[in-house]
């Protein structure tokens, strides 16, 4: 299994690593990371099947990074940490265990195993832990159903009780289904909901502007607005993606 090491504290990091080391051999250190920022990073480049996460850290402390991946990744978390008062905000983001500096060896193999039996019941059942692990959806047709690769959308556009699908190779078509239950079945993953009337996938962005209330530019050149309720989780969105 490939793990994470997200910790602001060098030794701490040092430390971890080195019990896993020794006590826990289906454990890989694939990489760490310092503070929220380099932690994004690092999931993004790395791809680990668990992350160990500090609470304090500069910038962005652990239980806002694992609330932001609970919405994103669904990555199993172990929090790691010297205080013992963040337990009930750790079960609210879904953390797997919450150990307790000095690190007791026997708390580490016990996390290790229930992140190792989720993985292997996910895996086994082929239940995805993200909408985005589903490339493929069905939609209402003409008089039966289309097959939509979820990949090549670049947006989702509300056209009254219809929603009008923007592709990447620049085709649209316009199903049956509103714009709200199409949020629910993409949600999760790069899909992001920017408007009322707007549903992009981040991998299409191309760049944001705070001009005239907060824009987006896709890659394929098309311009949508972002509206003010909707701003805030853009740009949280968008920095997981980016």
């Known amino acids: 299994m490939r793990a994470l090491l997200i910790d602001d504290e060098t030794r701490s990091r040092q430390n971890l690593r080195t019990l896993l080391n020794d006590y826990c051999f289906d454990v890989e250190v694939v990489g760490e990371a310092a503070n929220g920022k380099e932690a994004i990073t690092e999931i993004k480049k790395q791809q680990p099947d668990f992350i160990f996460l500090d609470v304090q850290m500069p910038e962005m402390n652990g239980i806002d990074l694992a609330g932001l991946l609970s919405e994103t990744h669904k990555i199993p978390v ?25 690190v007791k060896i026997s708390e580490l193999q016990d996390a ?73 079945i993409l949600e999760g993953g790069s ?26 530019l896709m890659k394929d050149g098309k311009r949508y607005p972002v509206s003010r309720r909707r701003l805030s989780e853009f740009k949280q969105r968008a920095k997981m993606e980016f």
């Open 78 to 102: 172990i929090f790691v940490t010297a205080y013992e008062n963040y337990v009930i905000e750790a079960i609210k983001t879904q953390a797997f265990y919450y150990l307790l500096k000095p």
């Open 112 to 184: 290790v195993t229930r992140v190792k039996k989720h993985l292997e019941e996910a895996k086994s059942s082929n239940a995805p832990s993200t909408a985005s692990a589903n490339t493929k959806i069905k939609l209402p047709w003409q008089n039966g159903f289309k097959v939509v690769d979820m990949a090549a959308i670049t947006c989702v556009e509300a056209d009254n009780s219809y929603t009008k699908f923007h592709f990447n190779n620049g085709e649209t078509a316009l199903f049956s289904k509103s714009i709200g239950e199409l949020e629910k």
């Open 191 to 216: 899909f992001c909901r920017i408007h009322n009337t707007y549903l992009i996938n981040l991998d299409f962005l191309d760049e944001f502007s705070n001009q005239d209330g907060g824009s987006i």
